[in-house]
C-alpha cells in the first residue's frame, strides 16, 4: 500500500516517498530540465517582438530593447527571488522611458537606469519589498491602466504611419491630422498584425489547438514582416545600427531635482511591478498539476535585489529599465518551466539572437511592432481589473489614478491616487449615519458605518431621544467600534434598563465583554456551538436549551422546533446584517461558483466550514457515501449526473472535489453487508460502491495511503479508496470528460478526518495515491 511521510506542500524535502533509499551525495551538475527547455523557447519567442516594440514606442535605440531583455533573463533570472519570472523591457516603463529620454537625452537615461538599480539594491538590502504590498490594488491598476492608456494613444500615430508626440494630450490633438494624412501601407500592415493577435488563439477544432501553441506575438509579427516583403511595400522597417556604436550610460546631465524624481519614479515603478508580478506568479505556479520538483515561492527581497542588479547592469549596456513582466512569466508558467533555468536560457537565445539575427530582424516593419505594442497597452485597461474596484468600491482611486497618469505622468498619478486613497479610507473610518425610528411603540436606533469617538456626539444625542422605559433595538450594522463609543453605548444601555426599559443589540457588536455572561445562564457559546448541537454547561443549561430535563434520550419534536427558531433567529439577528450585502449582489448577478464539491450527506461535514467558502463559491453535491454513479446505466439515479451536467456545462466550474470523510457509515455498510443489493432504497443506492470494495479487494492493485500513517481499519482504507474509484467514475460523464480534454477543468480528490479536523488532499500519479495532509498552504494538487 502506497504511503507518504507528513509533509507541508511548501517543504520538497518532505514530500519524499518513504520507500525512496537515500542517495549518497553527488556533486552538483548544471542540468537543464526538458520542460525548462521548450518554455525558454516560447518565452523567447513572446519577448524578441515585444522588447523591439517596447523599444520603439520608448523611442529608444531598438537594440536598447534586446539588452534589456538579454540582461532581464541572465541577471534577474539568476540572482531574482521569483523562479519562474521573467523580467525584461516591461510595457509598465514605456511612458516613463519615453519621458526621460525626451527630457534628458538616452545616455542619462541609461545613467537613471543604473541609480534606480543601486536604489532597488538598497530597498533589498533593508527588507522592505513586502511593503510595496501595501500599495492599495485600485492605485495600481489605476497606474497600468494610465500608463496602458498613454501607450495605445501614442503607438496609434505609428499605426497610421506617423510619428507620436511628448504627451497623451498632444496626441489626441494631432489624431485628426493625422487621420487625414494616413499611409495605407503602415495602416494594412497593422490590421493585419491586429488580426492575428486577435484571431489565433480562437481558432477552432483540434487544429486550432495545436497551431495556438505558437506565441500569438510572434505569429503576429511574423505574418505581417512575410506578408510586407512579399508584397513589396515600401514602409519603415526596424534598423539596427552595428553593436560598435551603441551608445552606454554617461554621466547624468540635467537639474538635480529631475533626475532624483526620474530616479524615484523609475524605483517605484519597476519594483512594484515585479513585486507584484512575483506574487502572480506564485498564484499561477499554485494553480497548476504538481511537477515533479516543487517551485519554492518568491523570495520578494531577494527578488528586489536581483531586479536591482538588473537594472544596473542593464542600464551601464545601454538597455532599457527592467521589470519583471506579465506576458512573459504566465507564459513561462503554462508551458511547464519548473525552474529559473529557463529564464536564464531565454536570456542566451535573445544574446544569439541579436548577434546572429540582425537581418532577418530588419524585416520587421516598425507598423507591426507598434500595432503590437498598441494591444498590450489596450490588455492594460482590465476590465476585470475595473469590476474588482467596482465592486470593492474604489472607483474612484482608480480613475483618479488613471487620469493622474494620463495627464501629468506616472509618479504624479500614483501620488494623487494615493492621497485619494488615505481619504477615502478616512472617510469610511469616520463615516457613520445614526437614524431613530419608532414602530409600533419600539424605538429602532439603527448605527450604520464605524462607531468611532468621532461620531459618540451623534449617538448620544439619538440615544437621549428614546423615552424612558421603552423597548429598544438597536442595530450595529458596522465592522469596527472603538472603546469611547462601546463604554458610550454600554452606560447607557445600563441606565435605561435600570429604569424599567428594554435594549436588545443587534449586529456584529452586539455581544458584551468576554467577562461578562451574555444570558442569565452563563452562556458563552461561540457561533458554532448550536451546529454541533452544544449544551451549555452552566447551571440550568440543560433545560433551558432543550426546554426541558434531559434525560438522554431523543429530543422531542417540541423542542426539536424550538432549537430550529432560535438557530433562525441568530442568524437573523448576528448573520444577516453581515451577509445580506453579498446576498443581495449575487441574487442580482445570479451564481458563479468556481467548484463543484461533491461529499457525503453526514452531518458532521460542514462543507463552507473546511473550505473557507461563503456564499457563491461552491455548488455544492450531497449523498450517502459521497458516490457518482456511472452515466448510462439502467434504473440508475441520474440526480448527481444532472448536478454535474449543469454544473460543467452550464456554470462552467473550473474544478471538481470528491470529499470522503473518516467514519462513514456507508462504507461501514458495505464493509459488513460485502453486497449491496439489498430490496431497500439505501441498498440500491450503495450498489454504486461495490467498485470501491473491488477495487479493495483486488490484491493485484495499490491501495491509496494517508500521509505520515497507515488508515486506521478497514473503514478507513474503504473510504480513501472510494475517493480514487469516485474520481474514475467522474471521467466517464461526457461533460467531465470533454472539459478535461480541453483544460478547463480539473479533478481533485480530499480526503477529512472528523476526529482531527483535519483535510487530506490527493496527490500522486495513478496506483500510486497519496492523501497528504494540508497545513498553512494554498497549493492544491490536481488529478485529471
Known amino acids: 500500500m502506497s504511503a507518504c511521510v507528513p509533509a507541508r506542500a511548501d517543504d520538497p524535502a518532505r514530500t519524499q516517498h518513504p520507500h525512496q533509499p537515500h542517495s549518497p551525495p553527488r556533486p552538483r551538475r548544471f542540468r537543464i530540465d526538458g520542460a525548462d527547455l521548450s518554455a525558454s523557447i516560447a518565452v523567447f519567442l513572446i519577448a524578441l517582438p515585444l522588447s523591439l ?53 538616452w545616455r542619462t537615461t541609461c545613467a537613471v537606469t543604473v541609480l534606480a538599480g543601486l536604489a532597488q539594491l538598497g ?27 498613454t501607450i495605445a494613444v501614442a503607438q496609434v500615430h505609428i499605426v497610421l504611419g506617423g510619428s507620436p508626440q511628448s504627451s497623451v494630450i498632444d496626441n489626441l490633438r494631432a489624431l485628426p491630422a493625422q487621420l487625414a494624412g494616413l499611409r495605407p501601407a503602415a495602416v494594412s500592415v497593422s490590421l493585419l498584425t491586429l488580426a492575428l493577435l486577435l484571431l489565433w488563439p480562437r481558432l477552432p477544432g483540434r487544429p486550432g489547438r495545436l497551431l495556438a501553441k505558437v506565441p500569438t506575438p510572434l505569429v503576429a509579427v511574423a505574418g505581417a514582416t512575410a ?59 499554485a494553480g497548476r498539476p504538481a511537477p515533479a520538483a516543487p517551485v519554492p515561492r518568491s523570495d520578494l527581497d531577494r527578488e528586489l535585489l536581483g531586479q536591482g542588479a538588473a537594472n544596473v547592469v542593464s542600464g551601464a549596456l545601454g538597455g532599457l529599465p527592467v521589470a519583471g513582466v506579465a506576458v512573459r512569466s504566465s507564459a513561462n508558467v503554462r508551458a511547464g518551466a519548473v525552474s529559473r533555468n529557463s529564464t536564464v536560457l531565454h536570456g542566451v537565445l535573445v544574446v544569439v539572437a541579436a548577434l546572429l539575427m540582425v537581418p532577418l530582424l530588419e524585416l520587421i516593419p516598425l507598423a507591426s511592432l507598434a500595432a503590437l505594442v498598441m494591444a498590450v497597452g489596450i490588455q492594460m485597461v482590465s476590465l476585470h481589473h475595473i469590476r474588482t474596484v467596482t465592486r470593492h468600491r474604489e472607483v474612484l482611486v482608480y480613475t483618479v489614478t488613471t487620469l493622474g497618469v494620463v495627464a501629468f ?6 501620488a494623487l491616487g494615493v492621497a485619494v486613497a488615505v481619504a477615502v479610507a478616512l472617510h469610511r473610518l469616520t463615516r457613520t449615519r445614526i437614524t431613530h425610528d419608532e414602530k409600533e411603540g419600539v424605538h429602532y436606533v439603527h448605527v450604520r458605518g464605524q462607531l468611532t469617538f468621532l461620531a459618540v456626539p451623534r449617538l448620544s444625542r439619538a440615544l437621549h431621544l428614546v423615552p424612558q422605559g421603552a423597548d429598544v433595538v438597536v442595530a450595529l450594522d458596522g465592522s469596527f467600534m472603538d472603546h469611547a463609543a462601546y463604554e458610550a453605548l454600554q452606560d447607557w444601555q445600563r441606565t435605561h434598563t435600570a429604569q424599567g426599559g428594554s435594549v436588545r443589540l443587534t449586529g456584529r457588536h452586539a455581544a458584551v465583554r468576554i467577562a461578562e455572561p451574555t444570558d442569565s445562564h452563563g452562556c458563552r457559546c461561540r457561533p458554532w456551538t448550536p451546529w454541533r448541537n452544544h449544551q451549555c454547561g452552566g447551571p440550568g443549561a440543560a433545560s433551558a436549551a432543550d426546554g426541558g430535563t434531559d434525560t438522554g434520550g431523543p429530543t422531542e419534536p417540541g423542542p426539536s422546533r424550538q432549537q430550529l427558531a432560535r438557530g433562525i433567529s441568530a442568524f437573523q439577528r448576528n448573520t444577516a446584517p453581515l451577509v445580506r450585502g453579498e446576498l443581495a449582489r449575487l441574487a442580482r448577478e445570479g451564481q458563479q461558483p468556481s ?52 454544473a460543467v456545462d452550464v456554470l462552467g466550474v473550473r474544478s471538481i472535489t470528491v470529499c470522503g470523510h473518516s467514519g462513514c ?7 459488513n453487508s460485502g453486497a449491496a443489493g439489498s430490496g431497500t432504497p439505501l441498498g440500491r443506492w450503495l450498489r454504486y460502491g461495490l467498485p470501491s470494495l473491488a477495487r479493495l479487494a483486488d490484491d493485484g492493485s495499490a491501495w491509496p495511503g494517508l500521509a505520515g500513517r497507515r488508515p486506521a481499519d478497514a473503514v478507513e482504507q474503504l473510504c480513501l479508496t472510494n475517493v480514487v474509484q469516485q474520481l474514475e467514475h467522474l471521467h466517464a460523464h461526457d461533460s467531465v470528460a470533454r472539459a478535461l480534454r480541453e483544460g478547463a477543468l480539473e479533478l481533485h480528490g480530499m480526503y477529512f478526518h472528523v476526529g482531527e479536523a483535519q483535510a487530506y488532499l490527493l ?9 497528504t495532509g494540508v497545513a498553512a498552504t494554498e497549493d492544491l494538487p490536481s488529478r485529471t
Open 665 to 671: 457509515g456507508a462504507m461501514q455498510a458495505l464493509l
Open 227 to 285: 506578408t510586407a516583403s512579399l508584397t513589396g511595400l515600401t514602409l519603415p522597417r526596424v534598423d539596427l545600427p552595428s553593436w560598435r556604436s551603441h551608445a552606454l550610460a554617461g554621466l547624468p546631465e540635467g537639474p538635480a531635482l529631475g533626475i532624483v524624481a526620474a530616479v524615484l519614479t523609475t524605483t517605484l515603478v519597476c519594483s512594484v511591478q515585479s513585486l507584484l508580478g512575483a506574487v502572480a506568479v506564485d498564484k499561477l505556479a
Open 53 to 105: 516594440g517596447i523599444a520603439l514606442a520608448t523611442g529608444a535605440p531598438l537594440q536598447a530593447g534586446l539588452v534589456a531583455a538579454a540582461v532581464g533573463g541572465l541577471v534577474a533570472g539568476r540572482l531574482g527571488g521569483s523562479p519562474l519570472q521573467v523580467s525584461g523591457p516591461a510595457a509598465g516603463l514605456t511612458v516613463v522611458s519615453a519621458d526621460l529620454i525626451h527630457r534628458f537625452g
Open 123 to 149: 530597498l533589498g538590502c533593508l527588507r522592505v519589498a513586502r511593503t510595496a504590498l501595501a500599495v492599495s490594488p485600485a492605485v495600481v491598476h489605476g497606474m497600468l491602466a494610465g500608463i496602458g492608456v
Open 409 to 414: 505622468g506616472v509618479l504624479e498619478g500614483v
Open 595 to 646: 467548484q463543484l464539491f461533491l461529499t457525503c450527506a453526514d452531518s458532521r461535514l460542514v462543507t463552507s466550514m473546511i473550505t473557507s467558502s461563503g456564499p457563491g463559491d461552491l455548488f455544492v453535491v450531497r449523498n450517502v457515501g459521497n458516490l457518482v454513479p456511472p452515466p448510462g446505466e439502467e434504473s440508475g439515479d441520474d440526480s448527481v449526473a444532472a448536478a454535474i451536467e449543469y
Open 763 to 771: 496527490a500522486g500519479a495513478a496506483g500510486d495515491e497519496v492523501f
